[in-house]
């Protein structure tokens, strides 16, 4: 596994096949797709940013990179995707095998371009940030969110344009230009308002007319600077007026009826937010952080309708496809994202549900809205109160600065070329297609597929993309060919807008051995990547249940894995005993069991926002964090031996003993029987008891070190052994010992569970791969 991590700190890829299938039936019988899961500005301290022009390819555009053949004595340069001969431009006249340019160097697979660095040139427009506010929350709720946006708003960089809306049954955009008093427009929740009705009731056109032909966008564009200054005003001159704003925001005024919700106009505040930016400051870094906390009632795409005798949407309603308002809602989402994508701007969602008491955690929309957050890149964020460190602290990140900022990044575009003999079927991940055709597009698509060029409004240094790949060569080639060009090549540019400014290319460039034949199943296993093909199947199958309406993933992915253990297993037809996977495999079927029984496959107990939620945050993070989604990592702590990765299983348990469980979402600091006992009789404050105040502490402090690192940052759980809050450990624990099984530990626990264990699994899974 670590020349895989070794590849991914050099590229920030990670590949299930590293040795790929040389023909599309080879590629069809390898089970796992020929893929890769790719962080396109993922942070390389060594890395060189190099402050020209790229040197592109004049058939293919594809760049110059370190796998390309030069003739030093004739200038020239032949491109490893299309063979096009290419003559250096005279400013690279010295180049020589002593004195090569950054980009051919072996060790540089991954170069950045500065296309503004010599002329210290940034964007025109700052970056902006649209608060979009729910106001339909209850009082305590409105205090926490209050002070979260106001200790937000100064954490804003001094440069970045501000703006605020507020909405519940009406919508108010805030004039924070207007000082004198406080100013707002308002406008009615239930009607839908166009682009050009805001700006003629917003009075954009007061002092400057409106120009006859074209569209209304930015200064540039028909609009003064001073009409966009009264509603997006710089961080460092508004924060005494936004202040204020946010010291009066009261709950909405409107009364509400003891049997129904509360009117609440999301759709009508997220489509003007769009309108405002898209009139403003099109094409700049601008994001809509939306704050929501419930459902929708009103306007042009509600939830649920106001009466508390129609329950919100569940599972089970959505696959009987009996929910009234589902369809209308994700048509105005898609619209909404379209809208978005193409201004270049970005829909960040800060949800806090206060229904958990009611039935299901979190109803908000997330469901319906996760269109429109995904393809534009944007955040998310599910907790359950505004008052929840989940929320303040994730909150707190996106506006830090220092080791652990999340680098955000914005207007990216994101491009892919590969070798004649592979087509792109599509990204699953957070980004939109720009619907570029061409001979690299496969007939099949996956995801966002159809094209070999992404939009990707917002980005951040974790942001990580899953692409597909169609191997088209459909017979095996000669043993003389395959010898002589067995090496399959892709290049991603990622042009993107860092969080200074500056515009920037990435480039990175990887080469991959093809095999053919069935000689080749060993060379097939050594490149096999576990964690890595773990992924791009939770990725697919997270996809396919929410396109496919009959789709069955735990049959999906039991025919995957026996498939893929039949094909590359070894063992003897119909004895079961015989079967023996390769070490490079072996993790494989246990990260499948996992995958199984975790949330994103089991819906049952989660809200449709929940498994929303969870299925965008598998989608757009690196293969080392999806991992712990699947399958938890599980430290033990005791007297006996220090911290030690212990089996994410039910023996794990023991009166002695501590555990860590590191789920992504939640982690789990839980206390065996016998320590829950002595901590509650005050040991560890006793002097002659300090290596047990040790033994406690430990926990707690590796538990901060991955909140530090992580966003949305997880729930931290701290529980004891048989008591309630025990059941975040015991559900991601294998069962292998339960109510009805006789192999109990004294000190130990089980399960009350009637799921099979893994050895169960285990022994299910040989015997049907040895039929």
Same mark, same amino acid.
């Given at each position: 596994?670590?020349? #895989? ?41 060594s ?14 555009r ?12 004739a ?5 490893? #995707? ?42 025109a ?7 979009v ?14 002070s ?12 970045s344009?501000? /703006?605020?809306?507020? #909405?519940?049954?009406?919508?108010h ?14 406008f ?7 682009k ?22 930015g ?108 369809h ?55 907790a ?28 990216g ?46 980005l ?56 053919? /034949? ?49 094909? #590359? /297993? ?114 560890h ?38 008591g ?11 069962p ?36």
């Amino acid at each position: 596994m670590t020349e #895989f991590l070794d590849l991914e700190s050099q590229d920030g890829v990670r590949m299930p096949w590293n040795v790929i299938p040389g023909t599309k039936q080879d590629a069809l019988n390898a089970v796992v797709p020929v893929s890769a899961v790719y962080t396109p500005i993922k942070h390389f301290p060594s890395m060189p940013v190099l402050n020209y022009a790229p040197l592109r390819c004049r058939t293919c555009r594809s760049i110059l990179n370190p796998f390309c053949i030069v003739d030093f004595a004739a200038k020239i340069w032949i491109c490893p #995707f299309c063979f096009q001969r290419n003559h250096f431009p005279p400013h690279y006249a010295s180049i020589s095998d002593e004195s090569l340019p950054a980009e051919l160097f072996p060790q540089y697979t991954t170069v950045e371009y500065s296309s503004d660095s010599s002329s210290g040139a940034t964007s025109a427009v700052p970056p902006v940030f649209l608060f979009v506010v729910d106001t339909c929350i209850i009082e305590e709720e409105i205090g926490f969110l209050r002070s979260a946006l106001a200790q937000a708003v100064e954490l804003l960089p001094e440069n970045s344009l501000v /703006g605020l809306i507020t #909405f519940g049954t009406f919508v108010h955009v805030h004039e924070l230009g207007f000082t004198a008093v406080p100013k707002t427009y308002v406008f009615k929740g239930s009607k839908d308002v166009t682009k050009d009705q805001l700006l003629e009731q917003m009075s954009f056109f007061v002092k400057k007319p409106r120009p006859a032909v074209g569209v209304v966008a930015g200064a540039r564009d028909g609009l003064s600077t001073d009409s966009i200054s009264r509603f997006l005003v710089p961080a460092s001159e508004c924060e005494f007026t936004i202040n204020s704003v946010l010291e009066e925001l009261q709950k909405d005024p409107w009364a509400v009826p003891a049997d129904q919700r509360a009117t609440r106009s999301t759709s009508t505040a997220l489509s003007i937010a769009a309108s405002l930016l898209g009139a403003c400051v099109p094409g700049s870094a601008a994001r809509i952080m939306a704050f929501i906390g419930g459902p929708a009632t009103e306007g042009p795409a509600p939830i649920v309708s106001k009466q508390l005798s129609e329950p919100i949407r569940s599972h089970k309603d959505l696959d009987k496809d009996s929910v009234p308002h589902y369809h209308k809602c994700v048509k105005f989402y898609d619209g909404l994202s379209k809208q978005l994508v193409h201004q270049g701007h970005v829909l960040d969602l800060f949800a806090c549900a206060l229904d958990q008491v009611i039935a299901y955690f979190s109803k908000v929309g997330i469901a319906e809205l996760k269109t429109a957050v995904e393809r534009t890149g944007g955040l998310v964020v599910l907790a359950e109160s505004f008052g929840h460190s989940v929320f303040k602290d994730s909150l707190k990140r996106v506006f830090q600065s220092g080791d652990y900022d999340l680098g955000l990044s914005s207007n990216g575009i994101f491009e892919i070329n590969c070798s004649k003999d592979l087509k792109v079927q599509g990204i699953i991940g957070p980004c939109a297609s720009l619907e570029k055709k061409g001979p690299l597009c496969s007939d099949v698509v996956i995801g966002q597929g159809g094209t070999s060029a992404w939009k990707m409004c917002g980005l951040d240094k974790s942001t990580s993309l899953c692409l597909f790949f169609d191997v088209v060569r459909k017979e095996s080639p000669d043993a003389a060919m395959q010898s002589a060009s067995n090496q399959f090549y892709f290049q991603f540019l990622t042009y993107y807008q860092n969080s200074s400014g500056q515009m920037r290319l990435r480039v990175t460039t990887l080469s991959r051995r093809w095999v053919a /034949g069935p000689e080749s199943i060993q060379d097939l296993i050594a490149g096999f990547d576990q964690e890595a093909a773990a992924i791009v199947m939770a990725r697919q199958v997270s996809f396919k249940m929410e396109t496919e309406a009959e789709f069955d993933p735990i049959r999906w992915l039991d025919k995957a894995l026996i498939n893929l253990c039949s094909r #590359f /297993g070894e063992f003897q037809k119909d004895t079961p005993s015989s079967f023996s996977l390769s070490p490079r495999l072996s993790i494989f079927p246990q990260f499948m069991f996992h995958f199984r029984r975790s949330q994103f496959v089991q819906v049952f107990n989660n809200s449709p926002d929940e498994t929303a939620y969870f299925r965008m945050i598998l989608n757009r993070e690196n293969v080392a964090n999806s991992v712990v989604m699947v399958q938890p990592s599980l430290i033990s702590y005791s007297f006996h031996s220090g911290p030690e990765p212990a089996l994410l299983d039910v023996a794990a348990i023991a009166a002695d003993k501590m555990l860590l469980l590191d789920s992504f979402f939640t982690v789990v600091i839980f206390h065996g029987s016998t320590i829950a006992q002595w901590r509650k009789a005050g040991y560890h404050n006793e002097p002659e008891h300090q290596a047990f105040a040790h033994l406690l502490q430990a926990p707690h402090d590796d538990a901060d070190l991955i909140m530090k690192e992580r966003f949305p940052v997880p729930r931290l759980v701290i529980c004891d052994q048989h008591g309630s809050q025990a059941r975040f450990l015991l559900a991601k624990l294998n069962p292998s010992a339960t109510y009805n099984t006789e192999n109990y530990q004294p000190g130990g626990d089980i399960i009350f569970t009637d799921d099979v264990s893994f050895e169960v699994f285990l022994d299910h899974l040989q015997r049907l791969v040895v039929q």
